[in-house]
């Protein structure tokens, strides 16, 4: 089962990620793909969600993919759980909390190379990063991912450490007080002068 998990726009990706759900079922067939998140209008006026199952209907590879809109935190939980590769196909992100969900999940996650995505995770190590908008280079990192599973449950033991070790709440403690604390040391400096 692929995830993706964010609002249904095409900001977030999500028709980038329609268009590798194609490429993605030639190689795999018996492939899953979950849609989790809050639906919004298209740009034709009409809902994403609509346009998006209308493409799948097209191209028959509805019987495929599953829209679950916006759930309750435990329904996410759930979803990540299962999830055999997560998906972050975003055209631009800052500190995607989906993307350390996911992560802190032990799961392989492919993203895009779009904002503050990379810092978060190391290519090829805790994760892979395609090239932003291209649905192609996106299928073909799933599609290796899927195909090694070896590979997959590596990269999410590693992944789940990156975000121990980055973000834990320990680490989110110190890096603020230690903010604060130069802000502080700044201020007396200026007050002294």
């Known amino acids: 089962m692929v995830l993706y998990v964010g609002r249904l726009e095409s900001l977030k990706g999500a028709s980038v990620f329609a268009q590798a759900i194609l490429i993605i ?10 849609f989790l998140g809050v639906d919004r209008p298209a740009k034709s006026g009409q809902s994403q969600q609509v346009e998006l199952q209308q493409f799948f209907e097209q191209t028959g ?5 599953e829209f679950h809109g916006h759930a309750s935190p435990e329904v996410f939980l759930s979803f990540y759980r299962r999830a055999s590769v997560f998906v972050l196909p975003s055209l631009f992100e800052n ?8 992560m802190s999940s032990g799961k392989a996650c492919v993203v895009s190379r779009a904002g503050g995505m990379t810092e978060m995770l ?8 395609f090239e932003s908008g291209n649905p192609k280079d996106l299928a073909e990192k799933v599609i290796g991912l899927l195909q090694n599973p070896v590979l997959r ?37 200026c007050a002294s002068s």
Do not use: W
């Not at 079922?25 to 979950?34: N, R």
């Not at 590879?61 to 993919?65: A, W």
């Not at 230690?178 to 040391?185: P, R």
């Open 122 to 129: 190391v290519d090829e190590e805790s994760g892979l990063f």
């Open 61 to 65: 590879v509805q019987d495929q993919v």
């Open 25 to 34: 079922t030639c190689a795999i067939p018996k492939a899953k793909f979950i």
């Open 95 to 102: 500190s995607p909390y989906t993307l350390l969900e996911a």
């Open 153 to 189: 449950k590596s990269m999410g033991l590693a992944a789940r450490e990156h975000v121990k070790q980055e973000y834990g709440l320990d680490v989110g403690i110190e890096k603020t007080l230690a903010f604060y604390n130069s802000v502080i040391e700044k201020e007396k400096l």
